[in-house]
C-alpha cells in the first residue's frame, strides 16, 4: 500500500494509537524506540508527542545499548517493557536498525509489549528485501517500509505499509484520511463522508506513482525469480564470509553488528577509527560502502548482485586502504 513517504504511515498510526489510549488512560502517552533509531523516526514521534499536548522529553523512551556494547539486548527491551509497560502506547524499532545493522528479534518484543498493553510498529526501511519477515505471525500491529534499498525501486519509490487484520476492519480508529483509502466502490461518487476499505488501504492517502510503482514491480518480479529463500540461505553465507575474512585479514576492526546471524541482515558496520578516509580511498577504487560518523562503514553484501570473489575483493581492498 502506499503513502506520500512511508513515515506518513508511522504518523498516521501514532495519531490513532496515542489519541485511543490518550482518551482512555492519559498517563499512557509514550514511545519506546531504540536509542540511535533513524533520525525520521525520532522526529515523527517527538512531534507527534508535542503535536498531542505532551512533552517529547517524557515522551520518548530510548533503549541503548549497556556500556561497552555495540548493539541492544533483547532481554533489555522486554524488561524496560515489564517495568514501564503501562506508561508506553507504542513501541515503534527499526526492524534492522540502519546504524549498527541489528535486526530485532520482532516476536518476542511484541509479545512483552502486547503483555504490558503497548502497541507494536516496525520500521522495515533496512528490513525489507533483507531479512525473513513473519509480521502477521509476529502479530505487529502495523510496519511501514520504504522501497528504495534492497527492494531497488530508486529513490521516491513508494512507501507500503501493513496493518495486522486484527485492526484492519476498526473502521473508527482515527486516522489522517485520503481519497485514496476511500472504499473503491464509491470513490468516483465523490461523496462527503469518508468510508475507508478494509485493510491496509484504507490507510492510504493519495493516488500512487506509475513510473514508482514500475521500478519496484520489475524489481519485485527478479526477487520472484531467484526465490527469498535461496537469497536468504547466500546472504546468510556471504556476510559470514565477509566476517571470518575481516577477522583473518582485518582483526583490529570492530564489528558494530551482531555475530548471531539471525539477529543481523545482509549489513556489517565496521568501527574504524578514523575512517572517512579510509571510505574515500575504498570509494576511490570503485568499492560502494557507506560512511557515518562518527567511525563507521556499512558495508552490505547484497545477494541479489554481489558474489563471494566481490566480497574477497573488497577485503583485500580494505586490508590495502587501512594500511595507507
Ligand atoms: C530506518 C529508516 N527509516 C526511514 C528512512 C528514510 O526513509 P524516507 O526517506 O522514505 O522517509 C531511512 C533512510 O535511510 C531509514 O534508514
Known amino acids: 500500500m502506499r503513502f506520500d513517504g512511508h513515515h506518513h504511515a508511522v504518523l498516521e498510526h501514532s495519531i490513532s494509537l496515542t489519541e485511543d489510549y490518550a482518551r482512555e488512560l492519559p498517563e499512557r502517552f509514550g514511545v519506546l524506540i531504540e536509542g540511535g533509531a533513524f533520525p525520521s523516526d525520532q522526529y515523527v514521534i517527538s512531534s507527534q508527542i508535542a503535536w498531542h499536548g505532551y512533552d517529547p522529553a517524557q515522551g520518548i523512551h530510548r533503549i541503548n545499548p549497556r556500556s561497552g556494547e555495540s548493539h541492544i539486548r533483547t532481554d533489555d527491551i522486554t524488561s524496560y517493557l515489564e517495568e514501564h509497560g503501562q506508561r508506553i502506547a507504542l513501541v515503534l524499532l527499526g526492524g534492522v536498525n540502519y546504524y549498527t545493522g541489528q ?66 476492519r476498526s473502521f473508527d480508529l482515527p486516522r489522517l484520511s485520503g481519497w485514496w483509502g476511500h472504499d473503491k466502490e464509491t470513490r468516483f461518487q465523490m461523496p462527503d463522508d469518508f468510508k475507508p476499505m478494509q485493510g491496509a488501504e484504507g490507510w492510504q492517502l493519495s493516488n500512487p506513482p506509475i513510473l514508482s510503482m514500475a521500478a519496484l514491480r520489475a524489481s519485485l518480479d527478479v526477487f520472484d525469480r531467484a526465490g527469498l529463500g535461496k537469497l536468504q540461505t547466500k546472504s546468510r553465507r556471504l556476510t559470514l564470509f565477509l566476517e571470518y575474512l575481516l577477522g583473518e585479514k582485518c582483526p583490529d576492526i570492530s564489528i558494530m553488528t551482531p555475530s548471531d546471524p539471525s ?62
Not at 137 to 143: A, I
Open 263 to 324: 539477529q543481523r541482515g545482509a549489513q556489517l558496520s565496521l568501527r574504524i577509527p578514523g575512517g572517512r578516509d579510509v571510505f574515500d580511498r575504498l570509494s576511490a577504487r570503485g568499492v560502494s560502502t557507506d560512511w557515518r560518523e562518527p567511525d563507521v562503514i556499512r558495508a552490505a553484501p547484497v545477494p541479489l548482485y554481489n558474489t563471494f570473489e566481490d566480497v574477497f575483493h573488497f577485503v583485500e581492498i580494505l586490508f590495502l586502504a587501512l594500511d595507507r
Open 103 to 168: 535486526f530485532f528479534e520482532i516476536e518476542p518484543i511484541t509479545e512483552a509489549a502486547h503483555r504490558n498493553g503497548s502497541l507494536v510498529g516496525v520500521d522495515l526501511a533496512h528490513a525489507a528485501g533483507n531479512v525473513p519477515l513473519l509480521l502477521h505471525d509476529w502479530n505487529v500491529d502495523f510496519s511501514v517500509w520504504c522501497s528504495y534499498k534492497y527492494l531497488n525501486a530508486g529513490p521516491g519509490g513508494p512507501g507500503s505499509i501493513f496493518v495486522h487484520e486484527r485492526h484492519g
